[in-house]
């Protein structure tokens, strides 16, 4: 008798922690699906090409380039932006395609000031994250994107800063 008393105690000595464990994990877990959000950040370099619709003042403009970025690494960067002569500022979107192919999407808005040096100007980006695909499908979030760029010769580079949010 006092040996069965015994080996019961010892098992429930071993199987407390266990279940202690287990149910600890469970309060402590999130779904498999928990979106999470992520520091973004990234550098960008492209070449712009632009056309002009001077009866509507708006100039379209086409940028095609590459960055390196957070949760990116490696990325071309495709955007179009159409730009109010009047205002300097309008509607935009990127594509940011990672070398696997995975991409992130946004929409946003741009907003151009000259600067001191002739023939660029500084331009604002803000975005917001629509969707993506691979491992940033059904993503979501915000940057913002500063740049300078050469009027002339196309050439543009600058930073962005924000978050993503990873389902």
């Known amino acids: ?3 069965v008393t015994i080996k019961k105690l010892h098992n429930s000595i071993l199987m407390t922690p266990l ?3 287990i149910v600890a994990g ?3 877990a999130t779904p498999a699906n928990a979106a999470e959000q992520l520091p973004f950040k990234g550098t960008v370099q492209a070449f712009e090409t632009h056309e002009f619709d001077f009866p509507n ?3 379209y403009v086409t940028g095609n380039g590459s960055g390196n970025a957070t949760h990116l690494g490696r990325y071309l960067v495709e955007y179009d932006v159409t730009v109010s002569l009047v205002t300097g500022g309008g509607p935009a979107s990127i594509r940011l ?3 696997n192919g995975d991409a992130i999407f946004a929409t946003g808005f741009g907003q151009g000031t000259p600067t001191p040096i002739p023939d660029v100007s500084m331009i604002v980006e803000t975005y917001t994250i629509t969707d993506g695909t691979g491992r940033f499908a059904g993503a979501s979030g915000s ?3 500063v740049r300078l760029v050469n ?3 196309g050439v543009t580079s600058g930073t962005f800063d924000g978050n993503v949010v990873i389902l």
Do not use: G, Q
């Open 1 to 3: 008798m006092l040996t």
């Open 19 to 21: 279940l202690l464990s």
């Open 26 to 28: 469970l309060m402590f």
């Open 57 to 59: 003042h708006t100039l």
């Open 97 to 99: 395609e990672a070398a």
């Open 143 to 145: 940057f913002t994107v």
């Open 151 to 153: 009027r002339t010769t």
